[in-house]
């Protein structure tokens, strides 16, 4: 009896527990960054400002602007001061009218403020600054880079996102379908109307289309954490997007596509720029063979202490102007070396423009065949579906009917899966396509 009386005291204890347990407030979801639900464009927009990657691009424009700074002190003057201390190991004296007169003292001070202005360096401070302006139109264009690149990124799992969630709807639609036939298989398996193995067949196929559904679930999982990722949001954050998985014709031209990139791509331009610092290097290089002109004012002060404030054997205060050239006569081909090292740095630059130039023909050119293929694909699958969903639905209602088997219909449903899937797969590479074919031409023809 007593028990009896505690198990039941316990059971009593437990139910409580459960009910207050299931009033008490559920946990507050982890507050996000801005909407759930994105456009391509916000995406893009978010992902530009929050990209690590942008972010270094941006910062090595910061440096070139530096660069550029640095490199046009060279045009302005110099200021310098120094101070000099000599001691010399006795005074000197000479002979006046028969009396030994000091010329100077053994501690000598000196303080010298000079300012210098090159007037000529050969082309070397104009072509370090020419340089330095290249240097930053490369660092902008890698930045332009770097956009393209993400921009491109940011689409291909936007659009992943979208084939992800219509493989999801398929997987969906196709459990729905098979579980109405295998009810429909059972009831007539009741009635004696259907033997045992279609029944089990039904069920199979059911089991199969459970398991696609839940490869298909995991798809969307990851698609939505990698756009997370793009986006520098919690992988775990909720995100839907808004569908724009449609069709819409193309109507440029191949030659049209190949000229816009032949005129916008970065890479061409950075490409040109290359040359260009190149015949900057060069003239650079010949500057060794011209002299160096400049010239300074020189303030001085002297002493024989340390303020040098003047004395007997220092003025207190000089000046002079100096104009001074400088020319290398001979350094054992030290400068032609250096031309010639160069003239092959702009040889290799054009090259590699060349080589840029072909891969971003062959780049449109495959974007080009891939977005015509996908945009055929599309029609065809359209139609594809149209018969596919008429022959599923004439096989179910002939099995209805009893005139038609139960693998049939299940084959008739697997091929409407398969077609569904076609169609959703034929958009998302069309949609893929032009993507590619935009980063390859460097310009968006929306």
Known sequence: MHIQTALLARRLLIGIGILIWSLMPGPCPAAQDGPTDYTLEECIQLALKKSPAVDSATQQIKGAQWDKRKAFTGFLPT?????????LDERT???????QVAQNTVDNYKLTGTVTQPLFTGFATLSRYQLAALGLDVAKISEEQAQMD??????????????????LDVANQSVKQLEAHLNVARSFFDVGMEPKNH????????????QDKIIAEHSLYFARANMNT??????????TVVDILSHKPFDKSLAECTDLALK??????????????????IRLAKSGYFPTISVSYNEIYEGDTWEVSGSDYHDAKSWNVVALASWSIWEWGRTFDEIQSTRVDKKKAENSLVQVTDAVRLAVKRSYLALQAAEKNIFVTQKALEQAEENYRMSEERYREQVATSTEVTDAETLLTRTRINNY??????????????????VNVD
């Open 425 to 442: 797969s034929s958009l998302y590479s069309f949609k893929l396509a032009w993507a590619s074919l935009e980063r390859a031409m460097g």
């Open 150 to 167: 993400l921009i491109l990124q940011v689409k291909e799992a936007y659009f992943g996102i979208l084939q992800a969630e219509k493989g």
């Open 93 to 99: 004296y000479r002979s006046v009218s028969g009396f």
């Open 199 to 210: 029944v089990l067949e039904a069920e199979v196929r059911l089991a199969q289309a459970v």
């Open 79 to 87: 200021v310098g001061v120094k101070y000099q201390y000599t001691k």
């Open 264 to 281: 916008h791509r970065p890479e061409i331009r950075a490409a040109q720029r290359n040359i260009e610092m190149s015949d900057k290097n």
């Open 230 to 239: 793009l986006l520098r949001r919690d992988i775990e954050a909720p995100l």
